[in-house]
């Protein structure tokens, strides 16, 4: 596969990732961890060097797979992880928590579970209005010169706040969702990355399976599958937003491709310096996702695309109120 780099940092990643996050949860019930750990390895096999996952998964269940998985591993592949939720006595998530020492039990735990002395690129998953960013990229600069970690990343930062934290350390890339379901971050944060040399990893780059074609009106999500509970994917929404989905599909027809593989070529048409990082646990889908870095989109079909994503209004917000709460912005 592809290779690119995230911001002017020199992290050499595939053009397309690997987001973790499925394998243990959120997507209805997970195969066992032995098809877990075998499907990573073959994901090596196939080119993919990028993988993305955080304490939270789970909790720590993630990690612990990923970390089994790619311990042998650990010279071919970039290993993402994140830090930032507060979890209670019976190790369930409540809140945000970037405090100093937590930062540190959090690190401390991921290279447990990871298997190895140092982690590739380390995410804040989530701002924590409590803690001066400056004082959490203090925490990070202070991690890396002791060897624990190499990257310094954010997710679902906003400009200011990145601005912040790379004054303190450099930002080698941020985490945020973007899509043609998803185009918030062309607002302000892609010209600020572009401006500080800071690499994006979009999430949810299909739209949470929705861009890929599969899901329509008829969807019936099995229990644990987050998409219930999202106001897009209520069936009213889900009936509305396919008329985006029918107009990425005529470009996939006259490509030969998915309508996934040409989401996410899109994506890549937008910055060299963005790598998407789509989740799934099935090789078929992972190979259809590789294939989309072959796919060349002209110039007439990047206008096709943004045209029919701003002229389809998507219905539906994009998470539960709680949890849009926990964006900064």
């Given amino acids: 596969m592809d290779t690119r780099t995230l911001g002017s940092s020199g992290l050499e990643v595939s053009a397309v990732g690997l987001g973790c996050m499925g394998i243990s949860q959120s997507f209805g019930p997970s195969p066992d961890r032995e098809t ?8 090596v096999d196939r080119g993919v060097t990028f993988f993305d996952t955080a304490e939270v998964y789970g909790p720590f269940h993630n990690e ?90 954010m997710s679902e930062a906003g400009a200011r706040t990145i601005r912040k934290a790379h004054e303190v350390f450099p930002v080698t ?27 994006f990893v979009p999430f949810s780059p299909l739209g949470r399976g929705f861009l890929t074609g599969t899901v329509d009106a008829t969807t019936e999500f099995s229990e644990g599958d987050i998409r219930a509970g999202l106001p897009r994917f209520t069936r009213e929404a889900r009936a509305a937003n ?11 027809d006259r490509k030969g491709a998915s309508t996934g593989q040409v989401a996410l070529a899109w994506l890549l048409a937008q910055k060299p310096w963005v790598v998407p990082i789509p989740g799934t646990r099935r090789i078929e889908r992972l190979e259809e996702n590789i294939g989309s870095t072959q796919v060349e989109l002209t110039a007439e079909d990047l206008v096709e695309l943004d045209e029919a ?12 109120e709680a949890m849009q709460k926990m964006i900064d912005r």
């Fill in 36 to 43: 877990m750990v075998g499907f990573l390895r073959e994901s």
């Fill in 242 to 252: 396919l008329a985006l989905v029918d107009r990425v599909r005529a470009v996939a």
């Fill in 173 to 199: 890339a941020l985490q945020s969702e973007y899509s043609l379901f998803w185009r918030e971050p062309e607002e302000e944060i892609l010209g600020t990355l572009e401006e500080l040399g800071i690499g």
């Fill in 64 to 153: 612990e797979v990923v970390g089994e998985a790619l311990a042998p591993l650990h010279d071919q592949v970039v290993i993402a992880t994140k830090f930032g939720f507060a979890f209670d006595e019976d190790g369930k998530q409540s809140g945000v928590s970037s405090r100093p020492e937590h930062v540190r039990r959090a690190v401390e735990g991921s290279l447990r579970r990871l298997r190895t002395d140092t982690i590739d690129l380390l995410y804040q998953h989530r701002v924590d209005p409590d803690v001066p960013i400056e004082d959490v990229a203090g925490t990070v600069k202070a991690l890396v010169e002791e060897g624990k970690v190499r990257h310094f990343g």
């Fill in 309 to 320: 994503s701003t002229a389809v209004k998507v219905v539906g917000d994009r998470y539960p």
